[in-house]
Each structure stands twice: as C-alpha cells, then as structure tokens.
Nanobody, 115 residues
Framework: QLVESGGGLVQAGGSLRLSCAASGFRFDDYAIGWFRQAPGKEREGVSCISSSDDLTYYADSVKARFTISSDNPKNMVYLQMNSLKPEDTAVYYC??????????WGQGTQVTVSS
C-alpha cells in the first residue's frame, strides 16, 4: 500500500513537500517515486529513486527544483518541491515499480500552484 500526503494549494514560487508511506511490500530491488497527471494530459514520471543504490531520476521539467529522498527504516519517500510553477499543477501519484516491471500506485494527492 502506498499513501501520499502533503499536497495543497500554493502560490507560484512557493514550496511543498509530498510524502509517501509504503507498507506491505517485501521486494529487495525496486524503484519508488512520483508521477503526476494534469487535466487533459497523460501521466508523466517526475522523479524516482532506486532501492539498491539510491540512484535518482528527475524529469527535465523539475530538475534543480525538486528533490527526492527516502527514509528506508520508515519506508517513506519524499518529494521536496521548490520554486513551484503553475504548470506543476497536477495530481501527484506515488509509484513503486518492481524489478520485473510491475507497478503499484497510491491514490494521488492534488497539488495546485496559483499564478
């Protein structure tokens, strides 16, 4: 189970931190991170971190603004979002992808950035 929190309404230039609590998983090798989906657009990958070596990935649109981190003992993953833009407005989903490619999803949390 993946449970997101931390979404909300913020003005452009502001910051939010999303949290994802993972429970019930027993995988040794996986990637966990965030996707987002804006109205009328496809879901896109934002950022993820590998469980095996902590390698991170960021979409070009969020590089230098967003930072992903994990707290493995607590089974938590975070997304610190700074310098938010109106185009960051979307539902953000926590995702866990197993080594075999199976996806688990959270229920999503709304992020709205006003101009």
């Amino acid at each position: 189970q993946l449970v997101e929190s931390g979404g909300g309404l913020v003005q452009a230039g502001g910051s939010l931190r999303l949290s994802c609590a993972a429970s019930g998983f027993r995988f040794d090798d996986y990637a966990i991170g965030w996707f987002r989906q804006a109205p009328g657009k496809e879901r896109e990958g934002v950022s993820c971190i590998s469980s095996s070596d902590d390698l991170t990935y960021y979409a070009d649109s969020v590089k230098a603004r967003f930072t992903i981190s994990s707290d493995n003992p607590k089974n938590m993953v975070y997304l610190q979002m700074n310098s938010l833009k109106p185009e960051d407005t979307a539902v953000y989903y926590c995702n866990l992808r197993t080594y075999s490619g199976f996806d688990y999803w959270g229920q999503g949390t709304q992020v709205t950035v006003s101009s």
